[in-house]
């Protein structure tokens, strides 16, 4: 097998156990608080949950430009091992906490070392040719995409069975895994006698350098409008699907079940459309899943049955599977030889400000329009990028 069929499939591996060991506990992470953690009233809870949920997104969003300007610098493995083994220990450390602030330190601490996703998506796109990187970026997806559905499954399995604090150790295991598979596999052709030699420029430096590219801007801001506009209702569809079916024993499965097809439809669709990508363009892999995810949210606000929903969120999932990998793709297109790492790195920040700021802003605003109104809003603004992309990324194109 090529070699970077190796790193892909291996790193596809890793970023399958680097998902679900993170996706474990966050669903229970308010259970944990109340059973563990000796909290009993229900806003504190709340708060203490959304904080630090939060915690990480914004440590992640300050700190992931620096490590991709390291990884330029050092190689991609290097942080990818630095990122899976810091978090491994940062896991474990999470199951002995005794108080929410504890909890708290540690997942921003884990923000700040964070980071084995955008230096596998940075390896990836620097190890494959560029006629295979929209089905690179779809694999690669696709494995992350697994790990995010079968986490909250396997982690509500384990609560059941074992309770909450050995969660933590799994998932430290799981990450410790994924890093050590990666340090014997994966190989990584890296100068660093080289790389040394390129000018050293500062992290704002290089994020000037690189908005001067065109096309970068609009690519870190298409980004940063996915993720708001995917997440803002995302908290508020389990209540959703009580609405729909009612307060019954399986109330919990369907909530998870329609939680979870999405990702389940994202990762049969990202690797087909990441090689349709290779064949006809990521550019409108891109603008056809923007607007086909616009198009599924919207019918998501009158759905009369968890059937109804199911099925909208099934197609949803399908049209999802071309959005952050083809803008991977394309970053990866725009971006010189060299500078690849900080890239990712300040796309990974972008990521990470959407995860942060849509969940927020959706509960905010659901006070006022409700889980409907959320999910016609977000459909409308990925109409809006949609459209706005298609001109600005063309204009971009013919300026170029």
Known sequence: MQRWKINLF???????????????????LSLYLQQDLGLSNE????????????????????????????????GRKMMLLRSGFGMSIVMLLMGFASAPWHLLVLRMLNGVISGFMPAAVSLVSATTPKERMGFAMGTLQSGGTA???????????????????????????????????????????????????????????????????????VLLTVTFLIQFAMLSPMPLIPLFVQKLHGTTDDLAFYAGFVGSVTGLSNMICAPLLGKLSDRIGAMRILLVSLAGAAVMLIPQAFAGSVGQLLIYRFMLGCFMGGLIPTVNALVRRYTPDGMESRAFGFNSSALSLGNMMGPVMGGALSGWIGIEGLFILSGALLFLTCIWATKALRVRQAAK
């Open 147 to 217: 790990g995010a559905i079968l986490g909250p499954f396997m982690g509500g399995l384990l609560a059941d069975n074992f309770g909450f604090r050995p969660i933590f150790y799994i998932t430290g295991t799981l990450l410790f895994l994924a890093s050590l598979l990666s340090w014997v596999l994966v190989h990584e052709k890296f100068d660093r006698a080289e790389a040394a030699m390129q000018p050293q420029v500062s992290v704002l430096k290089g994020f000037r350098d690189l908005m001067v590219i065109r096309q970068l801007p």
């Open 10 to 28: 291996v790193l596809m591996g890793g970023s399958f156990l680097v998902m679900a060991g993170m996706t474990m506990i966050m669903p229970f």
């Open 43 to 74: 806003h504190e809870i709340g708060v203490w949950a959304g904080v630090i949920f939060a915690a990480n997104f914004v440590t992640s969003f300050l700190f992931q430009p620096l490590w991709g300007k390291l990884s330029d610098k050092y």
